[in-house]
């Protein structure tokens, strides 16, 4: 059976970043809002956490609804603030948004009783979650933590177009087509930057059904080479 991830809030980043992660899973995601009618029994409840008397409205709510079910709060960097307050709640762990990708899914694993690897495979690519590295061609393709999401996205999702506005809060940032520039610019180091397609006003995918490695044309880099002159 698969197991049911609650997402408690408003779909606020923290949130779409840990959906972005729990996507690569084989879990059932429900985002809900009313505590007083919450979802049937799950395996974890995931909130974003918020200082305060609302954090502790919502962890007394959470616990009252499942008493028995791991809760993480996601939100930013730990500081001594954070943790005078969750020091109250034992039962509630804390997860920062800065935590790698890799060690956000071995955690999220290790909850919900889950083992193995599920990497990702598109073309030549192939892009593991647990390791946060990706290979072209057996080749290793290095990325920034902010290219490898945007690659696991499009990867998780291949052949489908993801706009800008689509993928800035997947993401957690701004700037995509210059994270795409960049990730493009390290695959035809390999040749193969024909994998992700797409601008910026129609959006972006990574599709390998028609992609075909290019193999380098010596005259025609000498005379870009003697334009350039």
Wanted: aromatic share 6%; with cysteine.
């Amino acid at each position: 059976m698969t197991p049911q991830v609650l997402l408690h809030g408003h779909f606020s980043p923290e949130l779409r970043c840990v959906a972005t992660v729990l996507g690569h899973l084989p879990v059932h995601l429900v985002v809900f809002d009313n505590l007083q009618t919450p979802p049937d029994p799950a395996a974890l409840v995931i909130y974003a956490y918020r200082p305060g008397l609302e954090h502790s409205q919502i962890v007394q709510a959470l616990t009252a609804a499942y008493p028995a079910t791991p809760l993480v709060a996601i939100g930013p960097d730990y500081s001594e603030a954070i943790h005078r307050d969750l020091s109250r709640y034992p039962h509630v762990t804390y997860l920062s948004l800065n935590t790698p990708t890799a060690e956000k899914l071995n955690r999220f694993r290790t909850w919900l009783g889950l083992t193995g690897p599920h990497p990702l495979h598109v073309g030549p690519l192939t892009l593991n979650p647990d390791t946060g590295t990706v290979r072209c061609h057996e080749r290793p393709l290095p990325l920034t933590a902010t290219e490898f999401e945007l690659l696991s996205v499009l990867m998780e999702h291949p052949g489908q177009r993801f706009t800008v506005s689509a993928l800035e809060p997947m993401l957690s940032c701004k700037g995509v087509a210059v994270h795409v520039y960049q990730v493009r610019r390290k695959l035809a180091v390999l040749n193969m930057d024909g994998l992700l397609r797409g601008d910026a006003s129609r959006g972006y995918t990574i599709d390998a059904r028609t992609s075909v490695r290019r193999t380098p044309n010596p005259s025609t880099a000498l005379r870009r080479h003697l334009l350039r002159l």
